[in-house]
Each structure stands twice: as structure tokens, then as C-alpha cells.
């Protein structure tokens, strides 16, 4: 069973809290993910990732932050983009939040590589003010895990809404999965790419960098599980966990 927070009594919660004082909480993004893909695809993976981890430590699984830094998809439809500044404030004001009743671990799960370098950030600035173990963690050692299980190539190293993100969603959220709509794209990269502000967001069609008509629903399945037991050895280090 997982802890989900906003499904307990403020007095479950404390009773948690005193058993496991770990908090985790899911990051991600509202953006686009190709025509086979939900836009909330960052949240659903970061929320199962953190459901399999509370159900083996009896961490509590905080309510998820649904937008990230998602500058590159700003102008494709329901996407929602926080400044790097904004979001870096949210998570900072997370940890202040539960350090106030006794949360002694929080875990940031993020799905989103794009707020990787906000959370870097977030968690050296705040673990000077706080007695609060942060840490913050993008799918833990995801480049040994693709190149095991995954039969194509990343777009230079950037995965999205391809064959790694779509067979981990067909673990997690299969009936959200539309294949029939997935397609293959791996867009030219510009010379100036990674110099300039040219974004992916202008680079592809679909809105895919990959080819998710590879994934499966078993290689996610595998995947979050190894995932979701890398998670779980990190909270058991930190000392905590049942």
C-alpha cells in the first residue's frame, strides 16, 4: 500500500510521520509528448515511481508539483512553463514547509530532465537553511538502464516521448497510451544547438525525439522496478524506511 498524503487525516499523517519521517514528493511537467502520449506523462511516471517506493519504505507520497521548467514546449497547446527561479522557490518552500512537523527526508522524484538543474540547485541552496536531508533524483542511473533494456538510440542523448518514456508508461498508465498515433522522429540537430536559444520545441513535428513504436509495456515494467529499488536502497541509506 502506498502513503498517499492527501488521502489521510492530519492525524494519520502524524502517526506516519513518527513510524517514517520521509516525505516524497513526485516533479514534473504539463507539456506535450507526442500525439500517443498524455501531456502529463513527467507526473504519472514521477507519481508511480513514488507510489512503489512508499509502498516498501512507508514514506508518505506528497502531492505532486504538476508544472516544471518547460521552456522548450512553451508554445505547443496545454503546455505550462514555470521560471527556473519560480520553480527553485516551490521546491524551497516545500522543504520549509514539512521541516516544521518532523519530516527528517525529503525526496524530490522528478520526471522531468528539464528541472534536473533547478533541483540541483534547490537542494544545495536550501540544505544550508535546513536540519531536512533533500535530495533530488531524475530516474537514478537511467543511461545503464537504457542502454540495457532499450533497442534505439536516444536524439544525442535526450530522450522524450520515445521508446524509454513510452514503455514506462505502458506500465504505469497503459489505458493513457494511444500507439496507433506513435511515430518515429529523430530531427536534425542545428550546428548551433546547445549555443544559441534554438529550441527542440521548433526542431520536431510530432513532438517526439525517438521511436517509442519500439517500446513495451514488460521493458517498463522492468524499468520501474529497477527504478523504484534504486529509490528504496537510497532512503534505507539515509537511514530510514521500514
Known sequence: MAYWLNQL???????????VPVALVPVGATEQHGPHL????DVFLAEKLAAMASEKTGAL????????????????VGTVSLEQPVLQKVLENIVRSVERYGIHLLVFINGHE?????????VRNIQDKTAVKVLGMFYPGWQKVHEDYMETPTWNGMFHACEFETSLMLAAREELVHMEQAVEEYPDRPLLYGMDNTSIGDLSKS???GN?????????????????????????SCGYGV
Do not use: C
Not at 11 to 16: D, L, P
Open 207 to 209: 513532438g517526439i525525439y
Open 38 to 41: 498524455p501531456i502529463g506523462t
Open 114 to 122: 528539464a528541472n534536473s538543474a533547478t533541483l540541483k540547485y534547490a
Open 61 to 76: 507520497v506528497y502531492p505532486s508539483v504538476n508544472f516544471g521548467y518547460s521552456w522548450v514546449w512553451r508554445d505547443r
Open 212 to 236: 517509442p513504436r519500439a517500446a513495451t509495456k514488460e521493458k517498463g515494467e522492468k524499468m520501474l522496478e529497477i527504478f523504484s529499488d534504486r529509490i528504496i536502497r537510497i532512503i534505507h
Open 9 to 19: 487525516t492530519w492525524t494519520q499523517a502524524e502517526r506516519q510521520i513518527e513510524k
